[in-house]
């Protein structure tokens, strides 16, 4: 058994079920950021928590990315740090397909350009910072601390080296969350991306916030 | 450490970047402005200094864009405001412009840590530019894809009539084909290749007339030379012979022009319709008309007008036709004696026997009854004509089986020659009936 299949045996029950409910309502304000902004019903799954390594991360994103394999992947990235609580990398992903349908939705332009224009990459960028820095902004107010971001970063790629950035040993905490617009079928998840440290950090500040 | 250095450095930076950058401390003051700033707002950083950012410009900002510098300096949170969501937030114009037309934004707030807490960057882009090339790609992209629209729909609609004429094609009764100027078979549907004898692989190498009979080739290429160069309607009955069984078959064969978008003629579009039946009892027809039933010789109308024929061209061909004027002796008293049959048996040989004694391009005719008349398409000299009836006598008087019995019988013959005897039809076959006579009389 690895230190990281140890890590999350450490916690108990109780205590991934506090994070998963965490996450719900951080996420939960997100979705319905999003919502607002392509002024249509999304529908959310419940969170599920996962302590995954980046290979396991990947076979993962194979049902992210659906029946359509060939579609590549649309992540939008922060990074955010809590002082010495933790630290991660926040990230959105929808497949590339669904992030053009979401931004010309909402710019109201149906012109058939393949490839997303500079502009149009800009735009996702602030519709993918405005849903992250709800959701940490949620975050921050419930553990009543501090967690400063950078500024989003887009990028489009195959699921297999949207991650390259983490090394091979970094434990991916992964709370994931459907995001579903019905009328246009597009799903987006949402990843946090934290190394052992930041998992017991971010699990601390959890055990104060619901008191175990 | 202090933050005035800091500042201090930003400035040099500030200064030279192409971009906005304006620095809001953590009360949300003014504390860098750097020269784009000034430039694109008309304001100097002396003029804003610790003014807040709503108070700094000449005219209202973007509400949202105070919401996230509130966010900035209170949560620590970076914002991005897209051009495309927020396109001019800013008062901000182009250097040398007096208009009030806005320039193209994009804006990225920052949260920087400093000793006396979060501080605010704010960084503006000019992206007019991107935008303009964007709008230009987007226009392209449309007219291309109408374009593509209005090819499709005519690819469609090209599909649709050439699809309809290969149906029309396959179904038609008759035979559809195309030639070049050459007459090499561009298109041809399954019904003309049959009728033409030609296989699928020889389409494209052969011509059309490539299986056209012998009797017929001559004639055709002949027409079809001419009609080409006219460039007019071909319309024509030939034969096809098909090369797998020499089958002979009458078709009618009709085509037209085939003009280029330029007015040329291309080459030629046609059917073929088979008439070889209705060709066929034409024929027959025709050859009835001219016969005689009982022995297949030539009948009288036929022979006259035949004559008649010959006689006009003489000159022309330079021949001397003549005429032999036949009747059988005591025809009657086999008749009599043996019955009609018998007589008609007498008849039909004498036919076969003149046909085999006489040359391929003398006319035989029964005139009637039991006369014959013969006409000698050319006759070298009068003095022949002894000679020929001689021969004809002979034959004739040669046994002949009736069945029952052998009989044997005599022809009287009377000719007339062309031109010592006559030069029109009915003196010189007045003239060969006398003379016919004559011989009969002097025989008995």
């Known amino acids: ?212 | 450490m202090n933050s005035q250095p800091a500042i201090d450095m930003l400035n040099i930076f500030a200064e030279a970047i192409d971009a906005g950058l304006i620095v809001l401390d953590d009360q949300g003051r003014i504390r860098l402005w750097n020269r784009w700033v000034e430039q694109f707002s008309r304001r100097s950083f002396q003029e804003v200094a610790g003014l807040g950012l709503t108070e700094a410009f000449a005219a209202p900002i973007d509400r949202r864009i105070a919401m996230g510098v509130r966010e900035v300096l209170d949560l620590g949170l970076a914002r991005l405001f897209a051009h495309a969501l927020h396109p001019t937030p800013f008062p901000l114009f182009a250097i040398g412009d007096q208009s009030t037309t806005r320039i193209k934004q994009s804006v990225k707030l920052k949260p920087l840590k400093t000793p006396q807490g979060i501080w605010c960057l704010l960084q503006i882009m000019d992206v007019t530019e991107v935008v303009r090339r964007e709008q230009l790609l987007r226009q392209q992209s449309r007219q291309l894809s109408d374009k593509l629209e209005h090819i499709s729909a005519a690819q469609e609609q090209l599909f649709r009539s050439e699809q309809r004429f290969r149906e029309l094609a396959k179904q038609a009764p008759v035979g559809i084909f195309e030639v070049d100027l050459q007459g090499v078979v561009r298109f041809a549907n399954d019904r003309w290749l049959k009728m033409a004898g030609v296989t699928p692989d020889e389409q494209h190498v052969v011509r059309w007339t490539h299986n056209v009979a012998d009797e017929d080739i001559a004639r055709i290429e002949r027409a079809w030379s001419s009609c080409v160069q006219l460039e007019g309607h071909f319309a024509e009955e030939l034969r096809y012979t098909d090369p797998a069984n020499g089958n002979i078959v009458w078709v009618r064969l009709e085509a037209s022009a085939l003009r280029g978008e330029d007015g040329n003629l291309v080459g030629y579009i046609g059917t073929v319709v088979d008439i070889h039946d209705v060709k066929e009892s034409a024929i027959k027809n025709e050859l009835k008309a001219s016969q005689d039933v009982l022995t297949g010789l030539y009948n009288r109308e036929y022979l006259s007008s035949t004559l008649q024929q010959a006689l006009k061209t003489v000159e022309r061909k330079q021949v001397q036709p003549a005429v032999l004027f036949l009747d059988l002796d005591l025809f009657k008293e086999i008749n009599d004696e043996y019955g009609h049959e018998a007589g008609d048996i007498v008849l039909r040989s004498v036919a076969r026997r003149l046909k085999r004694t006489l040359r391929g391009d003398d006319v035989i005719a029964r005139f009637g009854g039991d006369e014959f008349v013969v006409m000698l398409a050319d006759v070298k000299s009068p003095e022949d004509l002894p000679q020929i009836a001689s021969k004809v006598r002979m034959a004739i008087s040669l046994p002949i089986n009736i069945g029952v019995k052998h009989v044997t019988i005599h022809a009287s013959i009377g000719w007339a020659s062309y031109p010592h005897d006559g030069v029109e039809v009915l003196p010189l076959l007045r003239l060969a009936d006398e003379r016919m006579y004559l011989d009969k009389r002097g025989r008995r």
């Open chain 1, 1 to 212: 058994m690895t230190d990281d299949k140890q890590l999350f045996a450490d916690f108990t029950e109780l205590q991934l079920d506090a994070l998963a409910e965490t996450f719900n309502l951080s996420l939960g304000e997100a979705a319905a950021v999003f919502s607002e902004m392509v002024a249509e019903p999304i529908e959310l799954t419940v969170p599920t928590v996962k302590i995954l390594r980046r290979e396991e991360l990947l076979k993962e994103l194979g049902k992210v990315q659906g029946a359509d394999k060939v579609d590549r992947l649309c992540a939008i990235n922060q990074h955010f740090d809590a002082g010495d609580a933790f630290h991660t990398d926040t990230m959105l992903v929808f497949p590339e397909q669904g992030s053009l349908e979401i931004v010309r939705k909402m710019l109201g332009d149906g012109t058939s350009i393949d490839q997303i224009t500079e502009l149009e990459q800009d735009a996702l960028a602030e519709i993918g910072n405005i849903i992250i820095n709800s959701c940490m902004s949620s975050l921050a107010n419930l553990f009543q601390t501090t967690i400063e971001g950078t500024l989003p970063v887009v990028k489009t790629t195959e699921a297999a080296s949207l991650f390259d950035p983490y090394i091979n040993s970094d434990v991916i905490l992964i709370a994931q969350i459907g995001m579903t617009m019905s009328t246009q079928n597009i799903s987006g998840y949402m990843l946090f991306i934290m190394d052992v440290a930041s998992v017991r950090g971010f699990m601390a500040q959890v055990q104060r916030l619901f008191g175990i």
